[in-house]
Nanobody, 122 residues
Framework: QVQLVESGGGSVQAGGSLRLSCTAS????????LAWFRQVPGQEREGLACMSPYSTYVAASVRGRFTVSQDNAKDTLYLQMNSLEPDDTAMYYC?????????????????WGQGTQVTVSS
């Protein structure tokens, strides 16, 4: 069983930055892909970034503004978000999956956190 806890969300003005954290409680010696998604009410969940032992992925829509990193010692995945825009307002979710290919497809991830809200004002 994998448990994921997100933190770091909040309210920020356009142009500001936030760093999201996802602390993962995972089985030792079992590799996982960890990813960030976001969702706006009424829209599909959007894959933003992923890291696994074999791959790193950042969606083109946020590349250059968002950076994904991982602290393996702390089992924590980060999402550094810079130059935030009002369109970045969403609930941000952390996900984990045994498929190490690192894709933006929700179906590749078996475990999900509760989410952390990011609100960007103009």
């Amino acid at each position: 069983q994998v448990q994921l806890v997100e933190s770091g969300g909040g309210s920020v003005q356009a142009g500001g930055s936030l760093r999201l954290s996802c602390t993962a409680s995972v089985q030792r010696n079992t590799p996982y892909a960890l990813a960030w998604f976001r969702q706006v009410p009424g829209q599909e969940r959007e894959g933003l970034a992923c890291m696994s032992p074999y791959s790193t992925y950042v969606a083109a829509s946020v590349r250059g503004r968002f950076t994904v990193s991982q602290d393996n010692a702390k089992d924590t995945l980060y999402l550094q978000m810079n130059s935030l825009e009002p369109d970045d307002t969403a609930m941000y979710y952390c996900a984990a999956g045994k498929d190490l290919g690192c894709t933006a497809m929700q179906s590749n991830y078996e475990y999900w956190g509760q989410g952390t809200q990011v609100t960007v004002s103009s």
